[in-house]
């Protein structure tokens, strides 16, 4: 008998705004234009991708008053774009970042159920949340939600939205032609729900879509990230450098199912990922090396040094030693941004690790901020890649390309062919559901579901 291996899943994120993008290469095109996300989608689905994953930015970053250089390109509306990719794809999952903290359950619910409907059951919604009072400058509240209370608000948007999707069922949709009769059956429900951070008295306005719920990710590696997403994701989006790393992140999470009723498989584990390819190891490395240097630039390197020690550096080389004073107290030098923990115990590690390996400013930020990467020839890649998922470190991978739109062009042509010989990948798309992608159940389909509705 063959041994069946366990299936790689994969998402391609479209770059945008963050620390893997090479904006500045000339290779690199629009970060805004239609058409480059229209390649990297068409290149993920030809690939057989199981989605195209798209961040949110609601404001952009600030460094000591400027726009952060990260930023310059701007960032489109999510849902905007997704609906509209939609109809220039035919199985590729459509999954956007959209945030729990400043917006309503009705809305969200309202339209990820049309993306749903206009993809034929190919949504996805990245669960995010945020206590950032900078960029809750941009809402009505404001940055009003501590931190302790932002899952509080994200368990409580989900259980809402999940009511809403519930409302309608299969044939309460009446279309009556004949006698000119368009509307609902008595028997779709309202959905009333009151408690701490919503009050709401609904009937819900779209039809049970293709796949009942959009899939739900959701991205966080602390303890109360990893207790939300056993609770309520179909798929978590994380980082993790090595493979033991990755193997105790996943037997964590999936430990934590049980206790919601749901089983190991409910769940998919997806780090993100970046890749590059040579013809030989050394070409690999070296190409990486080059493309790590593009990305923290001598003026990057110092920005990201300020955000840890609060206050002007900009007088460093950053091809220098790290500064010997302490951090200050001015934690808002950077808005907008992921904080490091306590910058004094952080200024320490660093230069422990700086003096160890003898790194200026600039190699240390340079290794500190590498996430997970790939490097080598398509068939070590390959290799790799399906090593991290046979010994469940992961279910897959979301690859994050450094250019953008045609920089996972090369990974389709060379690795995929190579994931399917082993075995690992598929070679033609089975179903036409995101849902079917990833090997989850319907919401609807059986029993086994209502502990996760009831959740």
């Keep these: 008998m063959v041994e069946r291996r366990k299936q790689i899943h994969l998402g391609a994120h479209f770059p945008g705004v963050n620390n893997t993008t090479v904006w500045s290469d ?151 032609r004949e006698n000119g009769i368009f509307g609902r059956t008595d028997a779709v429900g309202r959905v009333r729900h009151s408690a701490e951070q919503f009050d709401i008295d609904a009937a819900f306005t779209v039809p049970r879509s293709p796949q009942g719920h959009p899939v739900l990710l959701q991205a966080g590696d602390s303890d109360e990230g990893r207790e939300f997403g056993a609770a309520k994701a179909d798929a978590i989006f994380t980082v993790h450098g090595t493979l033991a790393a990755g193997q105790a992140f996943y037997t964590d999470v999936k430990g934590r199912l049980a206790k919601y009723g749901r089983a190991h498989d409910d769940l998919k584990v997806l780090p993100a990922a970046t890749f590059v390819l040579g013809d030989t190891d050394a070409e690999a490395h070296e190409r990486g090396d080059v493309i790590r240097h593009q990305q923290v630039g001598p003026q990057t390197a110092i920005s990201f040094l300020e955000q840890v020690w609060g206050r002007d550096l900009s007088s460093y080389d950053p091809d220098g030693p790290l500064p010997s004073e302490d951090p200050a107290d001015d934690v808002n030098i950077t808005r907008g941004r992921v904080r490091h923990g306590d910058p004094v115990q952080v200024a320490r590690e660093w230069r422990e690790r700086a003096v160890a390996k003898n790194l200026s400013i600039r190699e240390l930020i340079i290794e500190v901020t590498t996430r997970q990467q790939f490097v080598g020839t398509p068939a070590q890649v390959a290799a790799e890649i399906d090593s991290y998922v046979q010994n469940d470190a992961c279910d897959g991978f979301i690859l994050v390309p450094h250019i953008t739109p045609a920089g996972l062009d090369e990974f389709v042509d060379k690795v995929v062919p190579l994931l399917q010989e082993r075995g690992s990948f598929r070679t033609e798309y089975t179903g036409t559901s995101l849902r079917e992608h990833l090997g989850l159940a319907h919401p609807h389909d059986t029993d086994e579901r209502e502990g996760v509705r009831a959740s």
């Design 26 to 176: 000339p290779a690199s095109k629009s970060q805004i234009e239609f058409d480059s996300f229209v390649h990297l989608a068409k290149t993920a689905e030809r690939g057989l991708f199981d989605f195209f994953f798209l961040a949110e930015g609601l404001r952009l970053r600030e460094h000591r008053g400027r726009i952060h250089d990260l930023d310059v390109v701007g960032r489109p509306d999510t849902l905007i774009v997704l609906n509209a990719l939609a109809a220039v794809t035919t199985h590729l999952g459509l999954a956007g970042t959209i945030n729990t903290t400043f917006n309503e359950p009705f809305e969200l619910a309202k339209q990820f159920a049309t993306l749903d409907h206009l993809s034929n059951g190919r949504a996805a919604w990245n669960m995010v949340t945020s206590s950032d009072a900078f960029t809750g400058e941009n809402f009505r509240r404001g940055g009003y939600l501590d931190r302790k209370d932002r899952y509080v608000r994200a368990r409580e948007i989900i259980d809402v939205a999940r009511k809403l999707w519930d409302s309608w069922g299969e044939d309460d949709l009446v279309v009556d």
